[in-house]
């Protein structure tokens, strides 16, 4: 009887295993477009899950899969944050993030945290820019930027996920550019004022981005940009 009842709880605990969970998020800043967007993803950080494999979860269906950490199932919500994604392809660029098309945008800059906190002295970065010689013309919300960066100030982070498992709050900005073919954009909090990023990794995953304009690409172009970066 108890050789059973060990099998049974032996059981459960493998199901409840393979489940999928969230998972509790390191403190990180996203960006993320207002509009549609494909995540790109590092397939040694994480993998996709059809509706066949265990990993599943409707909720969480994007584009005919789910997004879930290696070696677990759990999701990785800060990806999620973006309202626009669509779905998920594999980097093969070494530049991880949401890639969308268009030089006019909503730019929106997510604290997401698995507890209330404050980022402190944010700097919202443009660089990697397409062909690397290239500098173009970036203006926030209706001023053009000298610098290749520009700062957002504090952002308190204290509003509750749907989940209730993390904290998200964002700021938005009206960003439009020209005289590229393609740019990145990422954010970190300058906690010592100094304009360089020496906070940790978190302050930038999944925040790298790339805009490419409309009338002269395809999204098959799209996912050369990084080879053509390199060359």
Not at 40 to 64: I, N, Q, T, V
Request: hydrophobic share 35%; charged share 20%; proline share 5%.
């Amino acid at each position: 009887m108890h050789v059973a009842k060990a099998g049974w709880l032996l059981l459960i605990a493998m199901i409840i295993a393979l489940m999928p969970s969230e998972a509790t998020a390191d403190p990180c800043l996203v960006v993320y477009p207002g509009g549609p967007c494909i995540y790109h993803f590092d397939p040694s950080e994480y993998s996709l899950a059809g509706p066949e494999d265990s990993c599943y979860d409707a909720e969480y269906d994007r584009g005919g899969y789910v997004l879930v950490e290696i070696g677990s199932c759990d999701i990785d919500e800060s990806i999620y944050q973006a309202p626009g994604l669509e779905g998920f392809e594999v980097s093969t660029d070494g530049n991880d993030g949401y890639v969308f098309v268009g030089t006019d945008f909503d730019l929106i800059v997510d604290g997401f945290s698995n507890k209330q906190t404050t980022f402190v002295n944010i700097l919202v970065v443009f660089d990697k820019f397409v062909p690397e010689t290239c500098y173009p013309t970036i203006l926030v919300d209706g001023t053009v930027l000298t610098e290749s960066f520009f700062p957002t100030g504090d952002l308190v982070v204290s509003t509750p996920t749907e989940t209730g498992n993390n904290y998200s709050d964002t700021m938005t900005f009206d960003i439009s550019w020209f005289g590229c073919y393609g740019l990145h954009i990422w954010a970190f909090s300058d906690e010592n004022y100094n304009g360089v990023r020496d906070g940790g990794e978190c302050f930038t995953a999944f925040s790298h981005d790339m805009v490419v304009p409309v009338d002269k690409t395809s999204w098959g172009r799209i996912k050369t940009i990084g080879s053509d970066e390199k060359e």
